[in-house]
């Protein structure tokens, strides 16, 4: 035994475990993580079960306070008991720790908290009711509770009562009345952000058209009247919209619906600003995988709601891949011909050397200073010129001259050209010198030998540094704060407005999105569910590009193995 | 893919030609084109990549250049442009008291001893308006107190103890026609025209005033010392805040002060901008101050505080207040300004000389303060003028404009044009450029004593809500606070990511390694903007709830890998030998995770028995530590967390790449693998280590995000790890979309961004030099 432990010593067997230490350490972090964003993320979307239960607290005055309380149950932990004590609640401070759990309760428009923390000792009469019902409001966040009553115009319809499970009566009648509902909010919807949009959108044109016909004395009674001409026909088509918005508006606000909330409070919600509805207790694990399946689906194809707490994050996604395309439009050219150039074109030796370093390092120059740069240099200073020369007429409101998604890209651009360079070259330094000889042995040009032959074998190397490239950019959010960035955009970058693409505009973004629900937003209990799900969705696009880059690489490198023996 | 032909390509189609006529007629007209084609093809491409590459990397160095240009005009000095020669009709007034600029420069005013205003134009001395103050028939102007150059408030005192107030203002229209800026001035009186009596008789030997809004000190002194304070206050009626009142204002209501101390001599008096204190200065240079709102609810029966505000017989020639009412500034003959303030002392206050300025070694005559910017002018008999700025202690321009002492100057309220009259009644006027006058060396990296402060600090403050803000521009608070967070993650990543390095290059199984690399490149990928929003949202609220569990941690952890280590050695043999070598660190995963759950499970009774059950309290009720919840440790664990991929990467390339007869060599004598590992390949592999280290922390340096959402972003100066702190880069990036386009702050930040830019520029240069020298000397090997 003591031989065996000298010798254990000896070896230097406990650093060597200290080392797998480490190594166990980073993995178990990496892992925790991904999974922790995985479990939080993904089941934000899961209809859990929601509960109604009597809660009393320990107080001090003589009387027990009994409420009821109905939500979702979200998490529990376990406190020390002074910890309760300390903040004034009068606990058994002899009994060690109390478990207290996070109930989510939703009717922020009746409670005025939506969360609560409660201490599970507490709790009675916990039950499940399978008439209880989760809606998902446009407004004011989730609500629970069990329908009465559906009105028509005010007048009941269909009623219920709450304390018989089995009275579907006023439930069917409000799922049929739902339906209707949200496909006329669907036409308003539509009428209100595409067709009305558009409108705008001319009208503004209009008026930069007039502005700049001013501007250049061209201003002739005909041109003016023309414009005018234009205005009044667009005024008239939107005159004629509104009158179908009236009447929409009209007609979705037709229905209402009485519900009983916790304590028996009542509570009439019209129709017209409900989501979603279920009664989750009463779902089957299918029915739920379902509604589940939905819920996903809307996160990943709707527009946020309130405050973007809540609904999608469609705009963040497609500000997202439209910045990153744009970026790889810039990027790649720029980082292959300056690759080409350091490898095949410039004379070898201390500067390209030199150049090869400070190319390398600019991958680890700060996000932020990119950041900088593009906010001072593109924006300020070429922005600012492009506007004198070319948009005078909105001038004083910037056009190019303020953060948007051309000086986004484009700074993302500068960001990542490094690192297509660096991955460009490797592939070019990896092609054998032989296959390059033998083409100019052939009578190839230097261009026709880099062309037919250097280029296309070296595109899979280049395709690898753009996926890395592509994965870096995604994932940056410090400079675009600077440069392009908002939390929340009035349209898309590309719609069917001409000129269609919309290089001015700035756009939402995942990752900022991230940063604005998690950090500035007034709610951001409710929020943080939605911004896991944004983050794993984040995680989960640079993962797979990262991953598909490392695929190409590896295969890359394999092919030129056998062609280098 | 090289055999591919292709039959369009001209080579081929040539050689076709050869085979059909046997012949090659290599100067046939097709042919020659063709290769003249190619030719032009290739040098042009030649042309376009060298020009395509050179721009990128032309472009990339443009970041470095356009930093420096953003930065550069920080340090520049002020200049002057000489303007025009003024000749102004003032009439024959006689001696001017006051002269000011308008807020554009274009106008002037001048007050003379005889209640005249002249307002003349700027460009050319023509006449704008000429007023005569509305003042009594035998009313004899003796003294003049102005309250600020920029609300224009002042007040003549008479012969007779009488004092009146007025204030010259400007209106800025629009012409309708052509849409051209007219600025209109005019003369008011704020609190009536009517004239206070200050003493009944005794004439004015000086005075000082200060109003806010709705209410007016006025303070003069007579012959024989006696001191009277008057508490004007303007009752607002509706129709004067509409401003249809006219020139009266409201019910004026005034109150005397009980005012029992004397003071001969008086030169100077003064009211700061709090309407607290009265300064009064006397012969020698002494200062006496008294508390005035002591007056108004009791008797003043003495000086509080006393000071001498010269040294050495030494006269006094020009007592002003700076811009915001608080600095005092004392120009005297041997050509040096002193600034001083009331700095809180243990008990009270005490007036304290903060620091000196030196002109030229000739009197001082005359000192002017700017209204948008702690600076002031002085000028001294010689002719020398010079503009300082208290701040940043600098002398940001010394000019020797005439060879005469000016009759008076003024400086424009933006601190961009100066007015001078000379003693022959002719003005002239100077352009001035003073852009950043706030900054110097020391105002960015030294203490600095700034206003209201009890002694030297380090602020970083950068902007307030009014114009008489001193901003705070030290950038060693955010120093401080980037480096402290890059320690903490430091802290945590280097060990980590070194050990797991040596690990996974030297001992682990090849199928282990492959499974392990691309996690960690998994990890290297992971946006900071994830790991930031995990650090404040989950990590923060996590630590503080289990701080202990946290902590014990740290012990509980690699007293299991020893644990474990010697209990495997204990296992059977066979059952050891059918996990083969390399794979201990799978072993070690569910060993961690049992222990890393433990140290969190009896966290909780050992808080109850050492900590009064709750580590986080304890610190701050028990020991005062202070506890934010986005603190050092947060961060040093996010960022530890995205550093580790980064050190780990370059380490482990380094270590692995060690040549394999190095390792054998050594086995081969008998070294263990330990000690083949430490004697040989760490020794080899350091640079590379060292590198990977340099790199890691420049990226800790410069992470914004994790930074910006872990920490509570306060920029203090605590080594605390338990409180936050503000880097340079979330600075850049809370700030900058605020900042005003080229002013002093935006430069400032763009200062930072370069720090940054050169600080990992340089740390990376070291790094890939280190490496590369590395990779030579392993080939040779």
Known sequence: MTIKLAKWINKGTPWIWFNAGAVAISIVMVIGLLLLLAVRGLSHFWPHDVMRANYAPPTTSPELQVTQVIGEFVESETIPAIQIASSGIPVDETQESYRRDLLKLGNRDVTGADFIWVLNDFVSDIEYPANLITLERREWGNFYGFITEVRENGNAVASSNPEQPGDDTAWNAFNVRLQRALSIYDQIFEIENDEIGQINYQMERLRLRERRLEIDGENTPEAIAAINAD??????????????????????????????????????????????????????????????????????????????????????????????????????????????????????????????????????????????????????????????????????????????????????????????????????????????????????????????????????????????????????????????????APSLP???????????????????????????????????????????????????LNLTAVALRNHLREKYKALDV | MVTESNSNSPPLSAIANVEDESRLDLASDKIRFRRKLRHLYDRSANILIAAGGIGVIVAILLIFLYLFYE???????????????????????????????????????????????????????????????????????STFALDTESNGVFSLGSTDGRAIVASYTYETTFSPVDNQRIITPAIEYPFGDDAFTLFEGASLSAMALRSSDDTLLLSGTNEEGAISLLRISQQQSLLSAFGLGGNSGGNI???????????????????????????????????????????????????????????????????????????????????TVAQWFLVRAEEGFSLEKIREFSLADRPIVALSPEQRRKNFVAADDAGNFAIFNTTSNRKVIESRLSDSAPANFAISPRGDALLVEWPDGNFQTWEVENEHPEVSWGALWNKVWYESYAEPEYIWQSSASTNEFEPKYSLVPLSFGTLKAAFYAMLLAAPLAICGAIFTGYFMAPAMRRKVKPLVELMEALPTVVLGFLAGLWLAPFVENNLLGIFSMLIILPISILLASLVW????????????????????????????YFSFVIAGPLENIFFDGDLRIYLTNDLGISYDQRNALVVGFAMGFAVIPTIFSIAEDAIFTVPKQLTYGSLALGATPWQSLYRVVLPTASPGIFSALMIGLGRAVGETMIVLMA????????????????????????????SEVDSTHYRILFLAALVLFMFTFVFNTLAEIIRQRLRTKYSTI
């Open chain 2, 711 to 738: 920490t509570g972003n306060t920029p203090i100066m605590d080594a605390n790890i338990f409180e936050g702190m503000r880097t340079l880069a979330a600075n850049i990036a809370v700030e900058i979309p605020e």
């Open chain 2, 253 to 335: 209501e005034v109150e005397t002060a009980q005012i029992d101390v004397v003071s001969l001599n008086t030169q100077q008096m003064f009211i700061d901008a709090d309407q607290r204190w009265l300064f009064v200065i006397g012969e020698n240079g002494l200062a006496r101050l008294m508390d005035v709102r002591a007056g108004f609810n009791g008797v003043v029966d003495n000086f509080e505080i006393e000071a001498f505000i010269t040294e050495n017989a030494v006269q006094h020639t020009a007592v002003r207040f700076l811009l915001g009412g608080i600095s005092l500034l004392v120009a005297d003959e041997s050509g």
């Open chain 1, 494 to 544: 590309l719609d069917g407005n001409y000129p269609y693409l919309h290089l001015e505009q700035k756009f939402m973004h995942l990752g900022f999105h991230i940063y604005d629900v998690g950090f500035q937003s007034p709610n951001i209990e409710a929020a943080r569910p939605l911004v896991f799900a944004t983050a794993l969705l984040l995680v989960i696009v640079i993962a797979i």
């Open chain 1, 231 to 488: 205005r009044a026909e667009l005024d008239e088509q939107y005159e004629g919209f509104q009158l179908q918005l009236v009447e929409l508006y009209e007609s979705v606000n037709r229905d209402t619906a009485v519900f009983q909330a916790a304590n028996e409070a009542q509570l009439e919600i019209d129709l017209a600003d409900v989501v979603l509805a279920y009664r989750p207790n009463q779902m089957g694990f299918f029915a739920k995988i379902g509604a589940y399946g939905h819920k996903l689906g809307e996160f990943l194809t709707d527009e946020p709601r309130e405050a973007n707490t809540e609904g999608g994050i469609f705009p963040a996604i497609f500000g997202t891949v439209m910045m990153v395309m744009l970026m790889s439009v810039f990027v790649t050219p720029f980082g292959v011909v300056a690759a080409v150039y350091l490898r095949e074109y410039a004379k070898q030796g201390i500067i390209t050397r030199t150049i090869r370093i400070a190319v390398n390092n600019l991958a680890g120059v700060p996000s932020i200073v990119y950041g900088v740069f593009g906010l001072g240099f593109f924006i300020y200073i070429l922005g600012g010129e492009i506007d004198q020369l070319f948009y005078p007429e909105a001038l004083p409101a910037p056009t190019f001259g303020t953060p948007g998604l051309l000086w986004a890209s484009l700074t993302l651009a500068l960001l990542t050209v490094p690192v297509v360079i660096v991955a460009t070259e490797e592939g070019l330094a990896r092609i054998p010198r032989s296959v390059r000889e033998g083409s100019l042995a052939l009578g190839a040009t230097k261009f026709e030998t880099l062309w037919r032959v250097v280029l296309p074998m070296a595109s899979p190397a280049m395709m690898t540094g753009l996926i890395l490239a592509v994965a870096r950019a995604a994932g940056e959010v410090a400079p675009l704060m600077l440069v392009g960035v908002v939390k929340l």
């Open chain 2, 71 to 141: 930065v550069i005009p920080l340090f520049g000095g002020a200049e002057f442009h000489e303007g025009s020669q003024l000749q102004v009709s003032t009439g024959d007034s006689g001696q001017a008291l006051h002269l000011a600029i308008e807020e554009q420069a274009e106008i002037a005013m001048r007050l003379d001893n005889a209640g005249n205003i002249v307002f003349f134009g700027m460009e050319d001395g023509a006449l704008v308006s000429q007023v005569a103050l509305d003042i009594p028939a035998d009313f004899t102007i």
């Open chain 2, 569 to 596: 050695i204990q296992l059977p043999r066979n059952f050891r030998h059918s996990i083969p070598e390399g794979w201990e660190a799978a072993i070690l995963i569910p060993v961690i995770l049992i222990f890393g």
